[in-house]
């Protein structure tokens, strides 16, 4: 039962942007508005990382910096979907990205110690990749 499908990534060139979706489906489409969501990345030969998430609730956000100031977290409940709008892209941005949903609550700060621990993400899409040319 497919619940998470990442959509929006590609070939692009330094510079360019790009907006990936995350559309939930299934008994966690339903229930979409109480989790909260995180994007990730995984570079070949690297481990996966945690660059952003955003809670239920207040939609309170954060970022690595890594991506700070050209990545945007946003979601839209009503269409069951959470997105990462990544601008200035660089070449050392090309990964694979997923999107995963979490039982714990992201609010008051939390995002950074939740987005440590990829476990606490019960539930992943299978990833879009994405390649920046230089």
């Known amino acids: 039962q497919v619940q998470l499908v990442e959509s929006g990534g590609g070939l692009v060139q330094a510079g360019d942007s790009l907006r990936l979706s995350c559309t939930a489906s299934?008994?966690?489409?339903?229930?979409?508005?109480?989790?909260?969501m995180g994007w990730f990345r995984q570079a070949p030969g690297k481990e996966r990382e945690g660059i952003a998430c955003?809670?239920?609730?207040?939609?309170?956000?954060y970022w690595r910096d890594s991506v700070k100031a050209r990545f945007t977290i946003s979601r839209g409940d009503f269409r069951n979907t959470v997105y990462l709008q990544m601008n200035t892209l660089k070449p050392e941005d090309t990964a694979v990205y997923y999107c995963?949903?979490?039982?714990?609550?992201?609010?008051?700060?939390?995002?950074?110690?939740?987005?440590?621990?990829?476990?606490?993400?019960?539930?992943w899409g299978q990833g879009t990749q994405v390649t920046v040319s230089s």
């Open positions: 995963a949903a979490t039982n714990f609550d992201l609010r008051g700060g939390f995002c950074p110690t939740v987005l440590d621990t990829l476990s606490g993400f019960g539930t």
């Open positions: 299934g008994r966690l489409g339903r229930l979409f508005s109480s989790y909260g």
């Open positions: 955003i809670s239920a609730g207040d939609h309170s956000t």
